[in-house]
């Protein structure tokens, strides 16, 4: 149904923001607090913040199948169930069934969604990363893909602004690797971290081992205090949503805030599926959405759209906006859009044991891990492969003492005991930009009649000798600090998309020939449209993305307000 007259007042706004996830939750906040009306258009169901996380407080026994991936859950979650835990019973509550929301793969991608409110904010890993400079500038030194058309320095104030906000915790280092942030107190490496660190370090000079930079509150600020959100309790149950608000989600921290301004219209079920462009003005004009459950088409109007669905459905919302100027999708002169998927590879790397220690244990669930930065292509270092890669990773005590029987009273008894201490330590590496690496859009449709988006992306050469060193260089670390049976990884059965990071599908760049999106986020030839998801993103870095996101879409929310204050929008 669209809509004309008094019904299109009421659905006209001075910004309309597509998804509520990471990204979307930031430009909500942004716009609202800078005095626009805006409406925030969410394709999921509504997850209430503290009452919506129904399993937060549950243990495994509270759980029918004690946690387990049960036959149809293992049917319903299928590309979920490839993370290895997200399908799980304690896990999977805000994961789409991918059977209700199917996709293609010409090549296996695992695409691993949430649709509902707050998006995968409440699921996300909270590591938090800075770019670094080089991170900017690599893709021109090297001739690779397109050249960034921002740098550090462009974006070094707004890491500041949304690290304040959003509450990082992390040890500052001094690292040009790896930049320093507006850091809370950082969590503390157990004994084992440490002994690593100071074993690694000392055999490896120029290679460090930090802990997690994570979005989890050590020491509240009044501004975080003032939306409810308090310190971590070292629960480690984040990924069913937080009840102490402690760790960054868009229901935890930019929604209040937004709603505070009382600026904000959240509307959920609504799945957008194109900008309205209007050729004579040359700018968009509102949005097409469908409802999720009634299937009604409504039509809603704003100056500015900021579309936050994240990178795949970014692109595909602006793949079905066609018009006389954006014949092939919006912004898309280039071919560019849908094209460049990165997302970083993983499951490479090792694991061992280490004697000793038997004296010390860890107190609680630190939901956070140690961090050894990128070494490769830096300084002195040099491969046959461009960029790097960072572990992640962490110490524990196995539960149980070595007994020979696995069963019996001995063994019960055997349980009741700290075990040995084991670390491991997982690669993350960079993805080069690959045109070939793509979505496109099929002629299947879907249950409200959109189409089907396939995948066909792969890892090249570089990504492959990458990960042999993150394998050869995690072993090599782990036995130089004095570890035991070192066991070195490197896991085949694993696909683009399993990073969890998809990016480049709507690229900034220099020029319309080049990109989809200017050095604003401004879609080229829709210069009120913003897209700030992962789509934006020129290169891969090799930390995780999220924090960039909020940056990129802070810094492109005030240029937006900036700009229609001036009447350029
Ligand atoms: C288990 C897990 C661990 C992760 N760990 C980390 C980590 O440690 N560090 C890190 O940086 N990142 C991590 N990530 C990735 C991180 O969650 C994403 O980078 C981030 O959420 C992306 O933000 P976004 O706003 O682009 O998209 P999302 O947060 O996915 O939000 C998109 C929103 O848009 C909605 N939407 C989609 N299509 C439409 C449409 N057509 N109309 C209306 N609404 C729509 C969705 O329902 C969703 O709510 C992790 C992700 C997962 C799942
Ligand atoms: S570990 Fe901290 S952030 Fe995670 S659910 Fe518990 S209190 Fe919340």
């Not at 293992?74 to 199917?102: I, L, M, S």
């Amino acid at each position: 149904m669209y809509i004309q007259g008094k019904a299109k007042e009421q659905n006209t706004f001075d910004a309309i923001v597509v998804g509520s996830g990471v990204s979307g939750g930031w430009a909500a906040k942004e716009l609202t607090e800078k005095g626009l009306k805006v409406l925030m258009l969410e394709r999921g169901y509504n997850v209430e913040h503290i009452t919506g996380y129904k399993d937060a407080m549950k243990e495994s026994w509270d759980f029918p199948h004690r946690g387990r991936v049960d036959k149809k859950a293992a049917e319903e979650y299928w590309a979920v169930k490839r993370t290895g835990y997200a399908a799980n019973e304690e896990n999977r509550g805000f994961f789409v069934k991918d059977t209700e929301h199917p996709y293609k793969e010409k090549r296996r991608f695992d695409w691993i969604r949430g649709y509902n409110t707050g998006g995968r904010s409440k699921m996300w890993g909270r590591q938090s990363y800075r770019w670094n400079k080089r991170d900017f500038t690599a893709n021109l030194e090297e001739g690779v893909g397109t050249d960034w058309p921002i740098r550090y320095e462009d974006l070094a104030p707004w890491y500041d602004y949304v690290e304040r906000f959003a509450g990082i915790s992390g040890y500052k280092e001094g690292f040009d690797v790896l930049p320093d942030g507006m850091f809370q107190p950082g969590m503390e490496m157990n004994c084992v971290e440490k002994h690593f660190k100071q074993g690694m370090e000392a055999n490896f000079p120029g290679r460090h081992v930090t802990i997690g930079r994570v979005a989890h509150l050590t020491q509240p600020t009044a501004e975080q205090t003032a939306l409810g959100r308090s310190a971590c309790q070292f629960r480690n149950k984040c990924i069913r949503g937080c009840p102490y608000g402690a760790y960054f989600s868009t229901q935890s921290a930019t929604l209040p805030a937004a709603m505070k301004t009382e600026n904000l219209t959240l509307l959920t079920d609504k799945i957008v599926y194109q900008v309205i462009y209007d050729d004579e003005l040359g700018k968009a004009t509102g949005v097409k959405a469908i409802d999720q459950n009634t299937k009604e088409e409504t039509e809603y109007f704003a100056k500015i759209i900021f579309l936050n669905a994240s990178a795949i459905n970014s692109a595909w919302v602006m793949m079905q906006s066609t018009s006389s100027r954006h014949p092939n999708g919006l912004g898309n002169a280039s071919d560019q859009l849908g094209r460049n998927i990165m997302d970083h590879h993983l499951d490479s790397g090792a694991s061992g044991w280490v004697e000793g220690f038997s004296d010390q244990y860890y107190y609680g669930n630190r939901p956070n891990g140690i961090y050894i930065p990128r070494f490769t292509n830096w300084g002195t270092d040099k491969r046959d492969f461009l960029r790097g890669f960072g572990y992640q990773g962490g110490a524990s005590r196995s539960k149980g003492v070595e007994v020979e029987q696995t069963f019996g009273a001995e063994f019960k008894e055997s349980l009741s005991e700290p075990g040995i201490w084991r670390i491991g330590i997982g690669g993350f590496g960079e993805t080069l930009p690959d045109p070939s690496n793509r979505m496109t859009l099929t002629d299947e449709k879907d249950q409200w009649g959109l189409p089907v988006i396939e995948f066909d992306a792969w890892w090249g050469d570089n990504e492959q000798k990458m990960r042999v060193a993150m394998r050869d260089e995690a072993v090599a670390m782990l036995e130089a600090a004095g570890f035991k049976d070192v066991r070195g990884h490197k896991n085949e059965d694993k696909s683009p998309g399993i990073g969890i990071h998809e990016m480049g599908t709507a690229r900034m760049g220099t020029e319309e020939g080049n990109s989809v999106l200017n050095k604003n986020n401004q879609v080229w030839g829709a210069e009120n449209v913003f897209v700030t998801d992962g789509a934006a993103m020129v290169s891969s870095s090799c930390v995780n993305p999220s924090l960039t996101y909020m940056a990129l879409t802070a810094r492109a929310a005030a240029f937006a307000v900036d700009e229609m204050k001036k009447g350029n929008l």
